[in-house]
């Protein structure tokens, strides 16, 4: 048997006859718990096909005598009594009476805010648990986590607008889904209702103020291309030159200056050429455009991987050539003192070196040493054109991310102080005397607005943040970054 009884009981009227019926539970801590989920003035309002099941308790309070055997014996009865205070008169488990009640505790909640709110804690034990039991039959059997319907081809995902109109796709199926299943909106699916009426209003009017015909957006984006290569254009001959005064190998930089120009001037081409089918596309996307700004987002984010397609090819070319001799150079090191890379282990073995083997590796250094300023400065300059490149579209997912979880929904009702984002409580001492168990009132109030916020983010993937060290560590030693 269990050490002590703790009864969760509603607030009713305590001076009119009230019958009631809920579940019996033995705790972590072996407690008995007795939550009282339902209560009405009329018997037959409370009984059904569940009332004689191991673990559903019925009773009454202050029921007239006639009343007091409520026409069928059940296993598991209590009856409550408030002639000198509320206490328990009789308790009946599995058909035995309990004697047990000098350890007995009774909890009266407001049934109507415990069964609206939505926030209470899962490490509050009891009071989760009673809300739990307190929830519509059908909620509790389905609920479900949130599983995508569509999922984004590896090929497909370096693009963003993809990847955003299938989550799209998954977070309205979502909604339906969740709605149908609840027939009602939770304060999830309020947030995410408000975020996209607030992304489609955004978007309509950023699209309005930017352009009203397709050319003028086409003819805008094609400038920015035009200027971009022109910097970079502007860049390389800076590079091939004496940049910040460096005194580079002449021919190696030459060599580089030359094959790195002929990749923009073959995009540039490609881009031009491309020119009639680039304003189809725009045209496409100046529609989708008005699906939000989330949209736009996304397709900015694309016209940032297309307008910097070229300087990323250079930015692959010279962190390979990096690499290799940084890895060159490492692998070189070690043959000066006798070292060399076992690849069977994993690790360094000692090793003996001839005379002319010595005399290759010493030439082959001093060659990519003098070499690696001309490598480092081209590596250098492309490393942060490409974290540029990331940051930006870093800035858009984490714009369409906070777009998609604005928690407007939420914000109002904490505002108004609803009763749905009451998850605080507070036990306050109602009555206590020896003769009567002791007696506490239950009191919810308010969480705090991040708690709520935290709380009700609609399942939208967040982007994935940059691991800072891994990416320092992969500059340094010119691993590419994807």
């Not at 039991?133 to 370096?158: A, G, H, M, Q």
């Not at 150079?329 to 043959?335: K, S």
């Amino acid at each position: 048997m269990a050490q002590s009884i703790r009864i969760i009981l509603p607030k009713f009227n305590l001076n009119k006859p009230t019958y009631f019926k809920g579940y019996v539970n033995i705790s972590e801590k072996k407690e008995l718990v007795i939550y009282i989920t339902e209560y009405s003035i009329n018997y037959k309002d409370i009984t059904n096909e569940e009332s004689d099941k191991d673990n559903v308790i019925t009773g009454y309070c202050n029921a007239c005598p006639r009343h007091r055997g409520m026409d069928v014996v059940h296993k598991n009865t209590l009856v409550l009594e408030t002639r000198e205070g509320l206490c328990v008169k009789e308790m009946t488990l599995n058909g035995k009476n309990v004697d047990k009640r000098d350890n007995c505790i009774i909890m009266l909640y407001d049934h109507e805010k415990f069964k609206c709110t939505e926030t209470i804690s899962d490490s509050m034990d009891y009071f989760s648990e009673l809300q739990y039991l307190l929830k519509d039959e059908s909620n509790r059997l389905n609920i479900c986590s949130f599983e995508p319907v569509l999922r984004t081809p590896y090929w497909l995902s370096s693009s963003m607008f993809i990847q955003h109109m299938l989550n799209y796709v998954n977070l309205v199926n979502w909604l339906i889904s969740t709605v149908k299943r609840d027939k009602k909106v939770t304060i999830k699916q309020g947030n995410l209702i408000l975020a996209i009426l607030t992304d489609v209003a955004l978007g309509y009017f950023i699209l309005g103020l930017l352009t009203q015909e397709k050319k003028e957006l086409s003819a805008m984006l094609m400038g920015i291309l035009e200027k971009l290569v022109n910097l970079l254009y502007s860049l390389l001959k800076w590079l091939m030159g004496s940049p910040a005064g460096l005194k580079l190998n002449n021919a190696f930089n030459k060599m580089l200056g030359k094959y790195f120009s002929y990749h923009i001037q073959l995009w540039w081409l490609f881009l031009d050429v491309t020119g009639e089918k680039l304003d189809i596309i725009l045209h496409v996307y100046h529609y989708l455009g008005y699906l939000g700004l989330t949209f736009q987002a996304a397709i900015i984010s694309d016209m940032i991987c297309v307008a910097t397609f070229h300087s990323y090819c250079i930015y692959v070319y010279a962190a390979r050539l990096f690499n290799i001799q940084i890895s060159g150079l490492v692998a070189l090191m070690r043959l000066f003192v006798g070292r060399k890379y076992n690849p069977l282990r994993g690790g360094i073995d000692s090793c003996e070196y001839t005379n002319q083997e010595l005399f290759v590796g010493t030439v082959a250094f001093t060659i990519l040493l003098l070499l690696l300023p001309t490598t480092t400065m081209y590596y250098i300059v492309f490393t942060l054109f490409r974290l540029l490149s990331l940051g930006m579209q870093y800035i858009l997912a984490k714009l369409i991310y906070l777009v998609q979880t604005l928690p407007l929904y939420v914000v109002t009702l904490w505002l108004a102080r609803s009763p749905r984002v009451a998850g605080d409580i507070l036990l306050e001492v109602e009555c206590y005397e020896e003769s009567s168990p002791l007696l506490l009132r239950v009191k919810l109030f308010n969480k705090s607005l991040q708690e709520v916020v935290n709380n009700f983010k609609p399942p939208v993937e967040a982007p994935k943040h940059f691991e800072w060290t891994n990416l320092l560590s992969n500059v340094v030693v010119g691993k590419q970054i994807i």
